[in-house]
């Protein structure tokens, strides 16, 4: 079993930049794929990024890539994902999740975490 609990949400600026973290219980955190969706409303859930039990493999939608990393540290069981240049259509609830993934479209998420919302406004 693994509980997440995602925190960082809030409101910015179009422009600018936050960082998300997810906080993981249980040991077998370093062993599981993470990855961070979001919904934004009236919309589906969307992927955004993962990263690979090693993280040594991250993936991005195309709509973050270049403005959105996402890292991990095993140690502190927690994932991060930096969010730069924001813009006021990544507004959404972001979730964090734990699963595997092989691709920005193959991925299998069993945990999820209860969201966070970021706001950007223009």
């Known amino acids: 079993q693994v509980q997440l609990v995602e925190s960082g949400g809030g409101s910015v600026q179009a422009g600018g930049s936050l960082r998300l973290s997810c906080a993981a219980s249980?040991?077998?955190?370093?062993?599981?794929?993470m990855g961070w969706f979001r919904q934004a409303p009236g919309k589906e859930r969307e992927f955004v990024a993962a990263i690979r039990w090693s993280g040594s493999m991250t993936y991005y939608s195309d709509s973050v890539k270049g403005r959105f990393t996402i890292s991990r540290d095993n140690a502190k069981n927690t994932v991060y994902l930096q969010m730069n240049s924001l813009k006021p259509e990544d507004t959404a609830v972001y979730y964090c999740a734990a699963g595997w993934v092989s691709s920005a479209s193959g991925y299998g998420m069993s945990y999820w975490g209860t969201g966070t919302l970021v706001t950007v406004s223009s």
């Open positions: 249980g040991r077998t955190f370093s062993s599981y794929a």
